[in-house]
Structures are given as structure tokens and as C-alpha cells.
T-cell receptor
Framework: GAVVSQHPSRVICKSGTSVKIECRSL??????MFWYRQFPKKSLMLMAT?????????EQGVEKDKFLINHASLTLSTLTVTSAHPEDSSFYIC???????????????FGDGTRLSIL | QKEVEQNSGPLSVPEGAIASLNCTYS??????FFWYRQYSGKSPELIMS??SNGDKEDGRFTAQLNKASQYVSLLIRDSQPSDSATYLC?????????WGAGTKLIIKP
């Protein structure tokens, strides 16, 4: 159980392109999904918390107009990197937490990540 | 600032030995604690959850929690080369997960 599917797994595109990444919870409902980025040999960095039916909460220093998040249903959240540039190249990972949680104690389950390379 | 601290390593352990990974946290109100394993180039994978003081065993893995001392540890028995990875400690604080930077574990054959 608790499977999170993330697509695409890898994207290579030209500078200026917008890229959409999908995150789906396959066998559970998730009111909250999380978006992380990770640079090589560095720790996870939380970018934003995505809440179903409401605006995402962005971490300090993350541009909300650059990284558009939509969480339209209990099983799907999307991250769109708008007008991507080489410095946006990174490993983007989503995670989701089961709706059936007790006081927010449930763990996050991760997708396989998307490796984004901007040329 | 709520923090989770881990030794970055690398921690080198001979195959077959016990690997011991430690984590300390600052929020005394935290109620849930997780260990994730992350292989290079892959996303984190949940391996253990622990919610109450004491030990929790799952196969070769044992998580230990001491809320009074604010530390949580992970023991890996009979370490295998396939256990070589970065191990991330995560602590739930006000419904958010606070992440440690991870400890890189190397199991030497």
C-alpha cells in the first residue's frame, strides 16, 4: 500500500520551456502532498506543501510564480516549473501523506522523483 | 528553529556487523519519528516508524526512541553491502516533517 506515482521520471528540455510534473497517490487519498528538490549529494529541501482545494504553502525563498503548484483532487498534485533555466536543473521529488491520519502522525510516502535537466 | 541533527558520515561498517545510526531532535513535543533510506539518485524510502519510547524491531532493523533524551536511533543487524545508502531521520513537528541531513552508510564486503 501507500504507492505514490510521479511522472515523468526524467525531462531534458531547452531553457525557457515550462515543465509539468505530476504526483499521484495510487491507493490512498492525500489531502497534503509535498514537493522537494535535491541537488547532488545534498539533503532534501522542502519547496512547498500542497493542500487539496487550497493554495500551496511555499517555503521561504521559493518563488511561487516560478513553481506553480496545483492540487485539484485528493490523488493528484502537479508542479509546473515555468520558464525553466539551467539553474532549475535538479531532482524534484513529491511525497504524500494518507488522509487517514491520527494527529498528523503518518509518514510521507515518496514518488520516484523527476530528474530535470535544462539545457 | 526546530532541528534534527545527524552525523553526515560516512559511517563505514564491515559486512555482517551492526550499523548504528543516531539522530537528535529539538522539539520536545514531537510524537512520531521516521527513518528513510535513500540510494544515490533515488527518492527516499520509508523503512521504520516509531511513536513510543523503547525499541521497535522489523527484520534486521531496530528503531530506538528515547523522548527524554530526544534521540532516535536505527540499528541494522547483519549489515549487507545493499544497505549502503544515506539514511534520513525525520521527526514530525506540528504536522510537518523536519528532516535531518542524512548519514551516509558504507558497508564494506
Amino acid at each position: 500500500g501507500a504507492v505514490v506515482s510521479q511522472h515523468p521520471s526524467r525531462v531534458i528540455c531547452k531553457s525557457g520551456t515550462s515543465v509539468k510534473i505530476e504526483c499521484r497517490s495510487l491507493d490512498f487519498q492525500a489531502t497534503t502532498m509535498f514537493w522537494y528538490r535535491q541537488f547532488p549529494k545534498k539533503s532534501l529541501m522542502l519547496m512547498a506543501t500542497s493542500n487539496e482545494g487550497s493554495k500551496a504553502t511555499y517555503e521561504q525563498g521559493v518563488e511561487k510564480d516560478k513553481f506553480l503548484i496545483n492540487h485539484a483532487s485528493l490523488t493528484l498534485s502537479t508542479l509546473t516549473v515555468t520558464s525553466a533555466h539551467p539553474e532549475d536543473s535538479s531532482f524534484y521529488i513529491c511525497s504524500a501523506r494518507d488522509l487517514e491520519q491520527v494527529f498528523g502522525n503518518q509518514p510521507q510516502h515518496f514518488g520516484d522523483g523527476t530528474r530535470l535537466s535544462i539545457l | 528553529q526546530k532541528e534534527v541533527e545527524q552525523n553526515s558520515g560516512p559511517l563505514s561498517v564491515p559486512e555482517g556487523a551492526i550499523a548504528s545510526l543516531n539522530c537528535t531532535y529539538s522539539d520536545r513535543g514531537s510524537q512520531s519519528f521516521f527513518w528513510y533510506r535513500q540510494y544515490s539518485g533515488k527518492s527516499p524510502e520509508l523503512i521504520m516508524s516509531i511513536y513510543s519510547n523503547g525499541d521497535k524491531e522489523d527484520g534486521r532493523f531496530t528503531a530506538q526512541l528515547n523522548k527524554a533524551s530526544q534521540y532516535v536511533s536505527l540499528l541494522i543487524r547483519d549489515s549487507q553491502p545493499s544497505d549502503s545508502a544515506t539514511y534520513l531521520c525525520a521527526v514530525n513537528s506540528n504536522y510537518q516533517l523536519i528532516w535531518g541531513a542524512g548519514t551516509k552508510l558504507i558497508i564494506k564486503p
